[in-house]
């Protein structure tokens, strides 16, 4: 099993690639890049390392980057400020395909382009996620975590982080926070809506496509609520405010819950880029 202590910045490839990578690391930051070049090698460069070394092993085709007393169940320990003396920026470079395992303590994470499993562990730090196409799966303390043009499954979990999704095109979104802001921004290509979103005290803002299509309860027992939708109704009494409704055929589900916070329903404007057909009708019109 090759195995490497890493004190020193460094660069190293791998031409049995992995098929899976997993990146712990204590401050500083982690970069990871899916590729879809079938010839190339995986890349791994190390820099900024401070502190105790990092060991790079790799088992099988599992890559690992991390600190001998890190492991990936027991990063919450890490909450405590001694141990915390180190440093190092990671970047690795990976077939799209794999599977990616990231936890980190008050560094920041980003991964793109990945197709395959991606799940990220967080203390603080924001965690940067784009053009993710495989499930997805997070959980923080108090980092938030940023989303764009993820069309996997995405499913968030965190104390007081905030989470931002834009242009989300999956098929599922939820997430759950005691104190963490939502915004979620999603159009998903014509498939049903599929939101769950639970925050104590945090705000939630929901953006749907125009022709949006979901069965939608949303709540909130003290906050206020505003709606964009026409075919929702706002009712409710004694201070707590509902947004119930159906849009479009009602195969998809939109819930979301606040018990302090504002809730919103926004719409995406209507598409008007739409390629008119040969007979000079728009697209998608029926006449």
Request: charged letters at 20%.
């Amino acid at each position: 099993m090759p195995q490497w202590s890493v004190t020193e910045p460094m660069k190293r490839t791998f031409d049995d690639l992995p098929e899976t990578l997993r990146v712990r690391v204590v401050n500083g930051a982690v970069n990871v890049i899916g590729t879809d070049d079938p010839g190339a090698p995986a890349r791994l460069e190390i820099s900024d390392v401070q502190g105790p070394p990092l060991l790079v092993t790799q088992e099988g085709r599992t890559l690992t980057v991390s600190y001998e007393d890190l492991s990936w169940k027991g990063f919450l320990s890490w909450l405590k400020p001694a141990g915390r003396q180190r440093s190092a920026v990671v970047t690795v470079a990976v077939p799209a395909g794999t599977d990616v395992q990231v936890a980190v303590v008050g560094a920041t994470a980003t991964v793109s382009g990945i197709r395959g499993r991606t799940e990220v562990r967080g203390v603080t730090g924001v965690t940067t996620l784009a053009r993710l196409s495989g499930p997805v799966r997070a959980e923080t303390v108090s980092g938030a975590l940023e989303a764009q043009g993820v069309t996997g499954d995405l499913r968030f979990h965190s104390v007081s982080g905030d989470l931002t999704v834009i242009d989300g095109s999956g098929t599922s979104v939820r997430a759950d926070s005691v104190s963490g802001d939502m915004v979620v921004d999603v159009d998903p290509e014509g498939a049903p809506t599929d939101i769950q979103l639970t925050t104590v005290s945090g705000e939630v803002a929901i953006r749907l496509p125009h022709r949006a299509d979901a069965r939608v309860e949303a709540n909130t027992t003290s906050g206020a609520v505003s709606n964009a939708f026409d075919a929702l109704r706002v009712g409710g009494q004694w201070g707590t405010k509902q947004i119930t409704g159906t849009l479009g055929s009602g195969t998809g589900t939109l819930k979301a819950t606040t018990v302090s916070g504002a809730i919103a329903l926004l719409r995406r404007p209507e598409d008007t880029d739409a390629a008119p057909a040969a007979d000079g009708v728009p697209s998608g019109k029926v006449l």
